[in-house]
DNA sequence: TTTATATACATAAGAAAACTATGTATATAA
DNA sequence: TTATATACATAGTTTTCTTATGTATATAAA
């Protein structure tokens, strides 16, 4: 997933979700450029991570999808479901809660 | 590893180093008393992930080891080698980045 | 014109990390 | 004597991601 991190493990789904919050309706291809886009380019989002992490996030209801063809290409919408929209906010305070127990446990508090 | 956390994964060789970074010398048990206590309660570091940790660490040249016998029970003290106190300067700017870059896609940043 | 790159999806095989469960052993508190 | 705490270890399983591959269209470069 990352350049050379470990890290973001298990904060795919987080990051999808947040994504999706905020942007009524990406698709796949669309989400791996804002994430390059936004970590400029540190953070390469692979296909074989996103599309099976938006397949499960499907299957677990919590994204819905709307396939448009655009210019003779398929795309595949995806858009936070009612379930999703509850989900995002625990996501989000799960990751805050990890970012304040990580800060403390490596004492990186003080650059802030 | 965690109460309920997927988060935390990729962290556990950059959280041994530090701690290490910080006490000169720690038994297993001890550091996962140790964040158990920074974290109150909330980050519980099984055994079943510091071990196993802790021996690729020390396989990899990252950590010396003592093994002492205190009150009739064996403990294997751990401590950063020459290498160690290296890598673990790398993992700390790591975690920052990935903290930044985490803050900045999700949007946590106004929170600081 | 053919080749590379970008767009757009998907999945199979493998590696890495952590979790669950289990095992050994001593010490102490209930 | 039973449960809990201390102290180590590992086998089996699951989750997640990476690598590699596959299909297909569009466009820019050589």
Redesign the interface.
Same mark, same amino acid.
């Given at each position: 997933m990352a350049v %050379? %991190?470990? @890290?973001? /493990?298990? !904060?795919l789904q !987080? #990051?999808i979700l *947040?994504?999706l919050s905020?942007n009524e309706r990406m698709y796949g291809y669309e989400i791996t450029q804002k994430?390059k886009a #936004? !970590?400029k380019g540190?953070?390469l989002l692979k296909e074989g991570a996103l599309y099976p992490a938006l397949h499960k996030l499907e299957a677990d209801g919590l994204l819905d999808t709307a396939t448009e063809v655009v210019g003779n290409r398929v795309r595949k919408y995806y858009s936070l479901s009612k379930s999703g929209e509850k989900e995002v906010v625990n996501k989000?305070q799960?990751? /805050?809660?990890? #970012?304040a127990? @990580?800060?403390? @446990?490596? *004492?990186?508090k003080s650059?802030?």
């Open positions: %050379n %991190n470990e @890290l973001f /493990k298990g !904060t !987080t #990051i *947040n994504l905020e994430v #936004i !970590t540190e953070l989000l799960e990751a /805050k809660d990890f #970012i127990h @990580l800060q403390v @446990l490596l *004492n990186l650059s802030f």
